[in-house]
């Protein structure tokens, strides 16, 4: 999950183009028809065959998961009816009964076992091997005790058992013998309140109610079918053209709202601003196995240099929460205690002559297109320190690549990143960030206490063990500033005035199943 998903937070809003698709005025649509301008496509209907957030915000209304998380992002039953530990390395699962896909099969523990060994199994997938394997941490094998009954054995004690699950799908196991692998990409057969219709690429994704659905989780009522008869998809790119389909009445929710739309959208007639706290930290990661990065005393400085507060408040909309390390307030295991770098310029250029850094060196940012804006005000404000500081726009299929490559990184200063923690724990955003030789350890960061920090809690069960280890290692990591400590942005939508029954969620899902239309 690195890649930077939040491009509409940046740039001015444009003048609206001609959306893609047959404009209609709100009167003439159904009314029961809810649309969705949406910022990309999915990569494909396989929930099983993807790392991408679009693309399962999009599936996961025509599929659930064993697990999933409301609104306040509380974990759930959903196709699970109990779901108990046995002991630290086995859990049991029992699902509900009369539960069918769209197809008319019934699900039943067959389909759990053969759903959890698709996603771990090396191979798994049709000779492939799942890219969201690494989301199940050790679980090893399921095995069916009864028709309406699994077990789930880990090779070892994860705490993270639960918080992971309602990131998984399942789909129909006869589906997938139907169709074969290929098939999967574009022929789906989930359990969930809507079904697949019509899938134009690029243009649009129609679903209509499944009408046998079984209701989904008790838990967030109201349970049963879902509330309307059809939900379009509409795949607007464009920030200017999503609000303007929006004030047209065309869709009803549009993701990705730029914070300097949210005065034309609250000053409408045809609909308001819904914020929720994101789960994705932003960072400027420093490359430590270079000079002058190597020197805590030149993370300092940077740290103390950037006023982030301007930037939330001049660029952002004051839609961001500025952050003292590495997690989200809302996380499991958060620091409130970690020592604030405060904007002070005077020490910044203290700090960076005691360590020797001349004025004048050169630094470059390295960013992508989507937050340019951001890596120039970053770059203007390190500059104050006497430093000359630019960005440098890559294509982010090059950028990305490039910084997790150890030797490819190796003449770089500086990445303007960021790295979602939809679980809202620690381990989700720190271990592949900051653990010696993670995958998305962009600063090349080592620590010896960290590494033990964050292997003890991955086994640890004991909740507030985990807990005291976490707070430790955000505290070294803040301390050791490996990353110039950003900000958690909200997510923004428009929303229709004629909606209700739907409000956003910090895990990016769209969840439809219970919209209705307002009057």
């Known amino acids: 999950m690195t890649s930077t998903r939040r491009s509409a937070m940046l740039g001015v809003l444009a ?115 799942s890219p969201r394997k690494s989301l199940l941490g050790p679980l090893e094998d399921t095995t069916v005790v009864d028709a309406h009954t699994v077990r789930l054995h880990l090779a070892e004690p994860w705490a993270l058992m639960q918080a992971m699950l309602p990131f998984q799908e399942m789909v129909s196991r006869r589906q997938v013998e139907r169709v074969g692998q290929e098939g999967m990409q574009t022929r789906p057969d989930g359990c969930g309140p809507y079904k697949l219709v019509d899938w134009r690429r690029g243009e649009a994704l129609i679903m209509e109610r499944f009408a046998e659905y079984y209701g989904g989780s008790p838990e967030i009522p109201p349970a049963g079918p879902a509330q309307v008869d059809r939900v379009i998809f509409r795949v607007i790119p464009e920030n200017s053209s999503r609000i303007a389909a ?32 994101g789960t994705r930290t932003f960072f400027v990661s420093l490359n430590l196995a270079k000079k002058p990065f190597d020197d805590v005393r030149v993370r300092h400085a940077l740290n103390h240099a950037l006023d982030k507060g301007a930037i939330i408040s001049r660029i952002l909309g004051n839609t961001a929460t500025p952050l003292r390390g590495v997690m989200s307030p809302d996380a499991f295991a958060f620091n409130p205690d970690l020592p604030e770098y405060r904007h002070d310029l005077n020490r910044a250029k203290a700090l960076l002559a005691e360590a020797g850094v001349a004025p004048g060196t050169e630094m470059v940012i390295d960013t992508t297109g989507a937050t340019r804006e951001i890596a120039e005000a970053i770059a203007a404000l390190l500059s104050r320190t006497g430093l000359r500081v630019r960005p440098q726009v890559w294509e982010g299929a090059v950028l990305s690549p490039m910084w997790q490559n150890p030797e490819r990184r190796r003449e770089r200063d500086m990445y303007l990143s960021s790295w979602g923690n939809g679980a809202l724990d620690p381990s989700d955003i720190m271990v592949p960030t900051l653990k010696t030789g993670g995958r998305g ?72 199943h219970r919209v209705r239309i307002a009057g």
């Open 15 to 129: 003048t609206p183009l001609v959306a893609s698709l047959p404009r209609r005025a709100a009167a003439q649509q159904s009314a029961r028809e809810v649309r969705v301008g949406f910022t990309q496509d999915a990569l494909t209907l396989d929930p099983a065959n993807h790392r991408n957030r679009e693309t399962e915000t999009i599936i996961r209304n025509m599929h659930d998961g064993l697990l999933t998380r409301d609104a306040e992002m509380r974990i759930r039953n959903e196709i699970a009816e109990n779901f108990r530990a046995v002991d630290s390395k086995t859990y049991e699962v029992r699902i509900r009964r009369a539960i069918r896909f769209h197809s008319g099969d019934p699900l039943t523990a067959e389909d759990i076992k053969f759903n959890l060994d698709r996603l771990v199994k090396p191979n798994g997938m049709g000779g492939q091997t």
């Open 246 to 277: 929006l004030l047209a009445g065309e869709v009803d929710i549009i993701n990705d709202l730029p914070p300097s739309a949210m005065r034309q959208v609250e000053a409408s007639r045809m609909a308001q601003v819904m914020k929720v706290n």
């Open 441 to 512: 350890n962009s600063a090349g960061f080592s620590n010896a206490e960290v590494d033990r920090l964050l292997d003890d809690a991955e086994t640890e069960v004991d909740q507030e063990k985990r807990r005291a280890g976490y707070l430790r290692a955000q505290q070294i990591v803040t301390e050791q500033a490996p990353w110039i400590f950003l900000w958690l942005p909200q997510d923004l939508y428009g929303v229709s005035r004629r909606i209700s029954g739907w409000k956003p969620q910090a895990d990016s899902r769209i969840n439809l």
